[in-house]
């Protein structure tokens, strides 16, 4: 014992706010089958066609550099995007992957007291950065576990702050018309943030979709966030970007950390972002096996939700059967995504991988559904 602890009686010890012990810290998807020489993580949503070229290049060339702070204010970052999403760079704020910015909106707009809307099954980052605020989560029912704006609109009350809804949804993969995100916007009152969650925006073309830029461009309580995780292929670098109203991107520079993102990041991110052959490809092939994959799913026997993302949600009979079927998967080297922390024990997520990791999927599938041994 040392001489401090000695001489001193401890009665006590530091313990975090209330709040903080209510929240069941984020736990990523699978990445590692042991035993198993080939492994294709189909948990997380990555991209299996990888970064833009230009984007790997561009992180090479900032190795030099790695002695040096990064420029905090991203704005290298900042005018790429603005450049090809016609925004001012200045109401456009980037962050440690799009998961910071929703932090950093629940930091800036919520407190003891206060209350954050979210539906049913929506990012499990909204509750974490609910409670990390010190503010109450509120959860709206779905409907065909797709948002539903009546329901949002019922959870409504003077105590609500933020309003958190990613459109498309993660872990569903459904999505409501932007007719409908305006008939929610037109309902809230002015003192509430809606947040837009757009990380998967870019897959989705229907022409009844729009992620809401325009409205967070004309609007002073929408905010709009992207990531460069997905259908960028930058998840390692973890990089995000939000726009907004001046008054909003402002307050979250406020809180946000002096340099949250690094330089390689920055450099790779507008290389990406500029790289719009890259996006459109991965669009043709997400395009490509999105239905596929459902259709050869479902052919099956299995349900799975109608997805708009570059995933889908396939549900089997009970959350045994679902244990069963995720065991036998990653005894081939198959890792899925259990999704039993968003309320949803009886299914899983399935990322689109490349071809071979897809073909290798349904055949797992149709061989544990026949009886085969893994």
Same mark, same amino acid.
């Given at each position: 014992m040392s001489a401090l602890a000695h001489n001193h009686v401890i009665h006590?010890?530091?313990?975090? =706010?209330?709040?903080?012990?209510?929240?069941?810290?984020?736990?990523?998807?699978?990445?590692?089958?042991?035993?198993?020489?080939?492994? $294709?993580?189909?948990?997380?949503?990555?991209?299996?066609?990888?970064?833009?070229?230009?984007?790997?290049?561009a992180y090479l060339e900032a190795a030099p550099y790695l002695a040096d702070y990064p420029d905090g204010s991203a704005r290298v970052l900042r005018e790429a995007i603005g450049a090809v999403h016609g925004i001012d760079p200045?109401?456009?704020?980037?962050?440690?992957?799009?998961? &910071?910015?929703?932090?950093?909106?629940?930091?800036?707009?919520?407190?003891?007291?206060? &209350?954050?809307?979210f539906t049913q099954y929506g990012f499990l980052v909204y509750r974490i950065a609910t409670l990390a605020a010190g503010a109450t989560p509120v959860v709206a029912a779905e409907r065909g576990y797709t948002a539903d704006v009546d329901a949002i609109l019922a959870c409504v009350t003077p105590r609500t702050r933020v309003i958190f809804l990613a459109n498309p949804?993660?872990?569903?993969?459904?999505?409501?018309?932007?007719?409908?995100?305006? =008939?929610?916007?037109?309902?809230?009152?002015?003192?509430?943030?809606?947040?837009?969650?757009?990380?998967?925006?870019?897959?989705?073309?229907?022409?009844?979709?729009?992620?809401?830029?325009d409205l967070s461009l004309e609007v002073p309580n929408v905010l709009m966030t992207r990531t460069f995780s997905k259908i960028h292929g930058l998840a390692a670098l973890r990089l995000g970007w939000a726009v907004g109203p001046a008054h909003v991107i402002d307050a979250l520079n406020r809180v946000r950390g002096p340099f949250n993102v690094s330089g390689p990041a920055i450099a790779a991110g507008a290389?990406?972002?500029?790289?719009?052959?890259?996006?459109?490809?991965?669009?043709?092939?997400?395009?490509?096996?999105?239905?596929?994959?459902? &259709?050869?799913? =479902?052919?099956?026997?299995?349900?799975?939700?109608?997805?708009?993302?570059? $995933?889908?949600?396939?549900? $089997? &009979?009970?959350a045994a059967r679902r244990a069963a079927a995720d065991a036998f998967l990653v005894s081939r080297g198959l890792i899925l995504r259990q999704v039993g922390a968003y309320g949803l024990p009886n299914a899983l997520r399935m990322t689109v991988g490349s071809e071979e990791a897809n073909v290798l999927t349904i055949q797992a599938l149709s061989d544990f559904l026949s009886g085969a041994k893994a």
């Open positions: 006590a010890a530091p313990t975090p =706010r209330a709040g903080v012990l209510a929240i069941d810290a984020y736990v990523p998807g699978r990445s590692e089958a042991p035993g198993v020489a080939k492994v $294709f993580k189909l948990s997380s949503n990555e991209t299996s066609l990888g970064p833009s070229p230009h984007a790997r290049a200045e109401r456009i704020i980037c962050g440690a992957g799009s998961d &910071e910015l929703l932090a950093l909106a629940a930091k800036a707009y919520l407190g003891p007291g206060d &209350e954050c809307v949804n993660n872990p569903t993969g459904t999505y409501i018309p932007y007719s409908e995100v305006l =008939r929610l916007h037109r309902a809230l009152p002015g003192n509430v943030l809606l947040v837009l969650d757009g990380a998967y925006s870019e897959y989705l073309r229907l022409p009844d979709y729009d992620p809401g830029l290389a990406a972002v500029a790289d719009l052959a890259h996006v459109e490809h991965s669009v043709a092939h997400n395009d490509h096996w999105l239905p596929k994959i459902t &259709e050869k799913v =479902r052919a099956l026997g299995l349900e799975v939700t109608p997805s708009v993302a570059n $995933f889908v949600l396939i549900h $089997f &009979e009970d």
